[in-house]
Structures are given as C-alpha cells and as structure tokens.
C-alpha cells in the first residue's frame, strides 16, 4: 500500500463528506446513530469474534494484562457501545444553535452560530469502543471524521466501522463521513497530521508519549491534554466534615485516571488538625505520601506507618503518578497554594475545600486549570458528570475547547448579521 497515497484519499473523501454532513439534518443523524446502535447489536457475535482474533494475536505478542483488559470486548461491552450511540442521538444538536443577537445601532442584528470543525482526525489505542464513541460525536456535531485505532484492536475496530458504514447508508448519509484507517503502518498518522488541506483538528486519545509526540510533529490544530496532575487544598476555612470524603474520593475512588488528585496541599495553620486523620485515611487505603519535611513530621507523630511516607522531591510536585502515591506539601495559605498549583499542575482539574466564599471565589479566578472546584471532588471532571452527554476527551489548551470536550466542544461559533436594507455610513 502507498500510504501517502492511500491517506490522500481518505483526506479528499473526508472533506467532501463534511461538507454534507454540516448541512444534515438533525433526523438524518439521529436516524444515522440509532441504526449504527442496531446494526451493532445485530452484529454482537462477529465483533466478539474480531475482537477475540485480536486479544490471541495481544496474547501471542506478549501485551501486558492491563493492555489485554482493555482491549477486551463483552457482550456487555457490545450493548453498552450500542447505548452510548442511542444517547447521543437524545442530545440536542449543537449545529445551527444562534445565540447573543443583540441589535446594533445600525440596525441590523449581529450574533453567533454554532457550526461543525470540518474534519476530525482522532488517534487512539487498545479500545475498541473508543471507535463507535468517537464516530458517534463526530456525526452528531456534524463532523467528518478520520479514526485511527490501535493495531491491536484493527480486527475489531474494522468489524465496528462496517456498522458505522451501514447506519449512515441507512440515513442515506455518505459512508466516508466516518472513516477508520485500514492499516497499521505508523506512517499513516503522520499523514494524518501533517494535511491541513484535509483536517481540521487532531485528537489524540491516550498516553503521554503519544500525545508528545502528536503535538510536537502536527501541521494541524491538536486537542490534547497531557498529564493529569489534580491537586486537593484544604484552607483554613474547610469544613471538617468534607475534608475526609473529598480527598479519599478524589484520590481513591480510581487511581488510574487523569481526574484523580496527585498533589495535596494543606493550609498551615490546620495542618496540624486535619493532617494526621487524612494520612490515617489514605495510608488504610495503601497510599504511599510523598511529603515535604513539615507534613511528615507531623504524619510521622500522628503514627502513620513510616513506610508510607517518603520524603517529596522537586519532581514530585510535577508528577502525575496514577498509582497510589500522592504528593502532600503544607502551605502557608491562599496564595501559597494557588502559587504552588499554577506552578506545578497541569492545568487540568484543581478543588478548594474551603467555607470563606471570597478565598473560593480567588481560588476559582486564580487557579490557571479547565476546571476549578470548590468543596468537590476532582473526580467530577468528566464530560458526563458535567452533563455533556458524552466526551470526546479532556483538553488543557487555552485557545477553543477546554476540560471535557463534547458535542459543543467539537464544533465553533461563526459570526451571523441580521439586516433589513442597512448599508454603513
């Protein structure tokens, strides 16, 4: 296969295609998504059938378990693949929305409509699901869309683009608005990101490294995030009550997610209070502390089994560790811990516990991250927790899309004007 040349079609046949799917009709998509959900359920067996051809192939190249987990595909998996199109065909169509018409002194009326990207190029791994989820939004923001999955999952990711394909057939919707990448060749990525005339947006979806390395070689816009590195600050105003179940959901709950706090921070004059029932917490649950000098001394007095706590470095006030590991610094107030936060974070999910509404209210100004939170835990941060329906990812850029991307997040606004004969004068 000539992959620039192969890449080259998929990029034309994806532009022409966004062309009609921005101007679909809501009906026409939601007809689209609910057969691509039938057809999924139609086609259960031959998709856990692909799926098992790749999970032999995982197990015969020695993929590590955690890889092979999530690779793997259920028959619970296949329903909740078929669910999740359903739901998106239930929200509302972002595309056409017009907001803010406000009458000009002119005369005429000036406002904004919402409109698609164009095409969306999504870079994956090891989940199949990812590929129904990504096809999903896309259709419904009225995009195009250019998948590429893992090659460990290319049986299984081939067998849920034929039911992509034959949904929007069923719509009478061109088939090329969605279309997976037939092969496993790196160089067909770096195709995909370096066509502007073609694509729109990138959106990677996985570890660091690919992400690194998406972002550093793209000719074309990426929504990325990074790392997750989540901080929880206990003020001297916390309410007592909230500290304990804040800071145990946000750290515990899941260990391996790019919402789960890595750093806690502790107002001094409470430290003292509060700390050494946190430690007992966290360390009951396995937690390894990687704390500064003042915040072990004061562990370590409390009782907590020394060989949970370990002395902080620079780099963990960095580190996102998706393990059970947390970094705890004692600070000396408000401004120190927004200081420490905007220093050391990754701009992406940062909780206050606090009862003092002008110190909460600084904190959600100041704090430089796509989401900010008083009294919450960071596991909040989620495009289905904040009511989007369904996420394409988490994005830490300034500029578009910020925190969970969803359907809103995956289009733009154009400027519109409203006249009735009105020429400048």
Known sequence: MDIKQYME??????????????????????????????????????LLAANERDLAQARADGLEPAMVDRLTLTAKGV?????????????????GEITNVKRRPSGIQVGHMRVPLGVIGIIYEARPNVTADAAGLCLKSGNAAILRGGKEALNCNQAIAACVRAGLAAAGLPETAVQVIETTDRAAVGELITMPQYVDVIVPRGGKGLIERISKDARVPVIKHLDGNCHVYIDDDADEAKILPIVENSKTQRYGTCNTAEGLLIARSVAKKFLPAI?????????????????LAILREAGID??????????????????????????????????????YSSQHTDSIVSENYTKSMRFLREVDSASVMVNASTRF???FEYGLGAEIGISTDKIHARGPVGLEGLTSQKWIVFGNGEVRK
């Open 306 to 343: 020394n060989a949970k706590l370990v002395a902080a470095t620079e780099q963990d006030w960095f580190e996102e560790y998706l393990a059970p590991i947390i970094a705890v610094k004692v600070v000396d107030g408000l401004d120190a811990a927004i200081d420490h936060i905007n220093t």
């Open 79 to 95: 329903e909740s693949m078929a669910q999740g199109l359903e739901q998106i065909a239930s929200l509302p169509d972002p595309v």
């Open 279 to 295: 430690g007992k917490l966290l360390a009951g649950k396995g937690v390894e502390m990687r704390g500064c000098a003042e915040s």
């Open 381 to 383: 941060a989620d495009g």
């Open 9 to 46: 079609q998929v990029g034309k046949q994806a532009r022409a295609a966004s062309r009609l799917i921005a101007a679909a009709s809501t009906d026409a998509k939601n007809t689209a998504l609910n057969a691509m959900a039938a057809k999924i359920r139609e086609r259960q067996a031959e």
